[in-house]
């Protein structure tokens, strides 16, 4: 009865406006209905609707899997910095425990952000992770190219570049990336003016630092 009533349903939405009468299959029942002029658009979308056609329905996992594909990169990329970080703790607490106590912390900071991540992955944890990464990558480049701040028997030396810094630092640059690029997209997908916003800071940061290095390096 009820396949049939939906059939007559969807016969009525191709109709010319007219009413009349059908019986039914079982030949006991009698049932009125008017035929609606509707719109050609709306009537091919009821028809693919009813006959289960139409254009291919957009996976609601998708952008999840995206997410979180990002997510679990970004974890690797803490955890290697990190795993670094406590690798050459040892030789930074021979040179002076300021420089050892930095390291350690830096390590246990980027290791525990591991399972923050990826249990809360909200807004505020996101931006943690640029936050400490950013400094990190900063302090780096400070030291590489002006020289240790302030603190310690090394103040104002230059550090060498290694392949082992490198590498943690490049890990830091892709989380900052990856965590900024996230959170763009889910202030996109919440339709949030602040996008633009946040998008302007990090072009002008992005396009400052040189200029940034420079000038602290002048000084």
Known sequence: MMDQEVVMVYASTTGTGTTGARKLSSGTEAATFRCLRVPATLNRRLSSVLHGRGEPKVSLTHATDRSRGVLYTVAS??????????WVMPEHFQEWWGYGTFFLVAAMAQVVYVPLLLRWPNR????????GNSAIVLLYLFTRGVGIP???PEAGELEEVGIIDVCA???EAAIVVALGALLLWRL???????????????????AHLPHLLLLLAVL
């Open 188 to 206: 996109a997908r919440e339709r949030t003016a602040l996008i633009g916003v946040v998008l302007s800071a990090i072009l002008l940061v992005g």
């Open 169 to 171: 630092t490049s890990s």
């Open 77 to 86: 990329l803490s955890l290697i910095a990190g795993l670094i970080h406590l």
């Open 150 to 152: 302030l603190f310690g």
């Open 124 to 131: 505020s944890v996101l931006l943690l992770g640029i936050a």
